[in-house]
């Protein structure tokens, strides 16, 4: 049953809640284990202790840890009697410390234990703040600070067919991002392994929006003011970063409208309803368009893979604010270990990218724009927009007449961090090495010429595909290589020998071998077997 206001006042007008006995716990085991006195000393504070002795006693004795020194009951004694503490509070202190304390190995719960009274005594200074409030007639700022507000402007507002029909979707005042891409209260989940640049992608994005610059085709509507909160990157990381960046985007002369739309904060403490609770001021101080959360799971505070704790962190926290102050939310997400049967690795399709990210499938379900990063080949990396990716912008080419595409290439770039624009696409490259394979074995057979059938077998052997697939390959690609004389045979062409840089070996480099043909084909199978994988994909027309 809930409380009477006269009630509530007599509540926080009492004892603050402490305990008395862990507090000495505390202590005494910090007197009796130099390894829990290190552990208190790093754990708590002085605030954390509420009898005025007790704190006294906890900062001469995390003094002593920090210059290395062990403390005892008579060394602890010396140091109260010098701060004019009464002998008598110092001999009851000093002996039930040590006696109070049965286990000093119990360390890490008695310290618990003083920090949750902390909390509770907090929370009641700060029920006392919004009560005293309240009493002045401030109800509706503090409500309004915690997004607990609830009346008629609030509520879920009706919509109407006519009005529907009348909204301007090409000129939403909402929109961000893209082509309604990503608007007010909406969110843009960036999802990629670790290690493999996904804050140096977003900085570089970020920084885009704040200039009002493409990033691979995405554009903002206008320059964006930008709020970052990390948790995994120091100081001379972020430094590395930017400077990559703005070197590579050739933007390096512009840092003063940087200053005036980018801010970084760095924030390593607090996690769920705690990190909420201060990204709220963050936001209502700050008044971002776009707010960064670098990376999910260090600000959760909870199981990923959990709907609930998910849906909550989201949808009950995040929603609000970004609804109330207009916002839009650029989640950082990693991606889960990778299968270990490499033909796993890259089974994803279609619009199952968006799922890439390690969790509940609620934070795909959530977000509504979803960008994954992935390597591809060696150097080589996919920039996907998987989920409401034809509202992006994004561009195969830097061509300003390039249409939307869900799908581009990019690779870090040769000096700093930075990504740029690919110059192959997958496949190329072991594509033109699979056909100089082919057409070196074509020209290893020598003048005796290759039935239909045997080039068949090559290209199937190369490309490692099946029948219909070679009968394609050789018919479009093969081909133009060779020659068909009246006896059936194929035969090299003989303009093409001079395009291969790697010498055909003669009949007297391979005597004493079964015959030229065999040793050839021994030398081509070995070759070309480490393109296997390549040659999956291309047979599958991927």
């Known amino acids: 049953m809930s409380k009477s206001p006269a ?5 926080l007008e009492g004892v603050p809640p402490h305990d008395e006995t862990a507090e000495r716990c505390v202590l005494g085991s910090m007197l009796i284990e130099p390894y829990a006195a290190e552990v208190a000393a790093e754990s708590l504070t002085p605030e954390h202790f509420y009898k005025p002795i007790h704190r006294l006693a906890f900062n001469i004795i995390a003094g002593l840890v920090q210059q290395g020194r062990c403390a005892d009951d008579v060394i602890l004694a010396a140091e109260l009697a ?11 202190l000093t002996k039930r410390a040590i006696l109070d304390t049965p286990n000093a190995g119990s360390i890490a719960e008695y310290i618990a234990i003083v920090d949750d009274r902390l909390q509770d005594r907090k929370a009641l200074e700060y029920a006392a703040h919004v009560l005293n409030s309240a009493q002045r007639g401030e109800g509706r700022r503090i409500l309004d600070s915690l997004g607990l507000r609830s009346d008629r402007h609030d509520e879920c507002q009706p919509l109407s067919p006519s009005s529907l029909l009348q909204y301007d979707t090409k000129n939403d005042e909402n929109c961000l991002i893209g082509r309604r891409w990503i608007c007010r209260g909406g969110s843009l989940t960036i999802i990629g392994q670790s290690g493999l640049g996904k804050s140096a992608a977003a900085m570089q994005f970020v920084v885009a929006m704040a200039l009002n610059e493409s990033f691979f085709g995405i554009r903002p509507v206008r320059p964006l003011k930008v709020v970052i909160i990390q948790a995994e990157n120091d100081t001379g990381d972020l430094a590395e970063e930017i400077k990559g960046v703005t070197a590579g985007m050739g933007i390096a002369n512009r840092t003063n409208e940087l200053d005036e739309r980018l801010v970084f904060l760095n924030q390593a403490n607090k996690t769920g309803d705690e990190f909420t609770m201060w990204l709220r001021g963050v936001v209502k101080r700050h008044q971002p368009d776009l707010v960064v959360i670098d990376p999910l799971l260090s600000y959760l505070g909870g199981d990923i893979s959990d709907q609930k704790t998910c849906s909550r962190f989201l ?5 609000p604010i970004s609804q109330q102050y207009g916002c839009a939310w650029v989640i950082i997400h ?6 270990r049967d490499p033909a796993q690795r890259n089974g994803h399709i279609g619009q199952d990218y968006s799922y890439l990210g390690i969790g509940s499938s609620e934070l795909t379900n959530w977000t509504r724009a979803v960008l994954t990063l992935r390597e591809v080949e060696e150097g080589l990396y996919e920039l996907r927009a998987a989920k409401r990716g034809k509202r992006s912008g994004l561009t195969a080419s830097d061509d300003p007449h390039a249409p939307t595409s869900e799908v581009c290439y990019i690779q870090h770039a040769e000096r700093g961090i930075c990504w740029v624009r690919a110059d192959h696409n997958p496949g190329e490259k072991k594509l033109v090495e699979n056909l100089r394979q082919v057409q070196l074995t074509l020209q290893a057979m020598g003048a005796g010429g290759l039935a239909y059938g045997k080039v068949l077998e090559i290209v199937m052997r190369v490309f490692n595909c099946k029948t219909t697939k070679a009968k394609e390959i050789l018919k479009t690609l093969i081909q133009p290589l060779c020659h068909q004389r009246l006896d059936g045979l194929y035969y090299p062409n003989i303009s093409n020998r001079s395009q291969v840089a790697d010498p055909v070996p003669t009949r007297d480099q391979v005597a004493g071998r079964a015959s030229y043909k065999d ?15 390549f040659a999956a994909l291309e047979a599958a027309g991927e």
Not at 82 to 92: E, Y
Not at 315 to 319: A, F, G, K, S, V
């Open 315 to 319: 949808r009950n926290q995040l929603n």
């Open 82 to 92: 010098k701060a004019a503490v009464p002998q008598h509070d110092i001999d009851a």
């Open 334 to 339: 990693h991606t889960g270990k990778p299968p």
């Open 7 to 11: 009630e509530m006042t007599r509540t």
């Open 519 to 533: 040793a050839t084909r021994d030398r081509d199978l070995g070759r070309t077997r480490s393109l296997a994988e």
